[in-house]
């Protein structure tokens, strides 16, 4: 009873840290540059012993935890904005940003220009040039070329820092639709095409999600159940057996 009573409490705890992460997909299916994040389940052994085990005492004891999660890179659609500042990236790469934790790293190309008269994130964080340096923006018009050149005016502005990571890299989404990853593994995007008056949308599938949110929903109310039986038949063993031990006693 042990055993069953562990594994549904991890059942139920790793569907129900699960749920937050489906359910904060579908709170983002409109959020400009949000990647989805994916659940990663992996199973526990819970014994010690240093003697093979059976069949049946592995699957007892081993458990099911929520080992990690991984982010969708995969590539949003890019709506049309008409606004000069909102630029799209086609293809693989990440906009560099600094914030005052240090650089992270963004697809939302929502930008504007501060009263610094720097392009900024809807955050007010600095997005970098390729000289590792925020990038001027005074005046108008702005045009950037798919390169990521910036002009103001017809005059050189910057050049916008595009990076790009090896696949396998670890993503790890710290808000704003900010994401982290090692910043050593960083190199010059390729195959990324700026495109001005763009922003691409969350690639979140919403039909998915939402299916994805049921099913979990469901398991999580199952291991809810089998842990309130669990709890009943514990109780009744302890009514029925205490008495006999301090009768005996």
Same mark, same amino acid.
């Given at each position: 009873?042990?055993? @069953?009573?562990y594994a549904a409490c991890t059942a139920f705890l790793a569907r129900s840290q699960a749920l937050d992460m489906v359910a904060n997909n579908l709170a983002n299916t409109n959020t400009p540059g949000y990647r989805a994040g994916h659940n990663v389940f992996r199973s526990l052994l819970a014994t010690s012993s240093p003697f093979p085990i059976s069949n049946l005492n592995y699957a007892v004891n081993n458990y099911s935890v929520l080992g990690s999660s991984e982010i969708d890179l995969s590539q949003g659609n890019l709506e049309k904005t008409g606004n000069d500042l909102d630029l799209g990236i086609q293809g693989?790469?990440?906009f560099v940003v600094q914030t005052a934790s240090g650089k992270v790293f963004t697809r939302n190309g929502s930008f504007h220009v501060s @009263?610094? @008269?720097q392009l900024v994130t809807t955050a007010g964080d600095a997005v970098l040039g390729d000289n590792n340096k925020p990038i001027p923006v005074v005046g108008a018009p702005v045009s950037v070329s798919p390169d990521g050149t910036i002009s103001v005016n017809g005059a050189l502005a910057g050049k916008l820092k595009i990076v790009d990571f090896p696949p396998g890299t670890h993503f790890e989404s710290i808000g704003n639709t900010y994401y982290s990853a090692p910043e050593s593994s960083a190199i010059p995007a390729s195959q990324a095409s700026i495109v $001005? @008056? *763009?922003?691409?949308?969350s690639n979140v599938n919403p039909m998915a999600s939402a299916v994805e949110l #049921? *099913? #979990? $929903?469901?398991? /999580?109310e199952l291991m809810q159940r089998a842990l309130s039986m669990f709890q009943t038949d514990m109780n009744q063993v /302890? /009514? $029925?057996e205490l008495p006999r031990v301090t009768n005996n006693g």
């Open positions: 009873m042990d055993s @069953g009573f693989s790469g990440f @009263g610094k @008269g $001005q @008056g *763009t922003l691409e949308n #049921v *099913t #979990v $929903q469901r398991y /999580a /302890a /009514a $029925q």
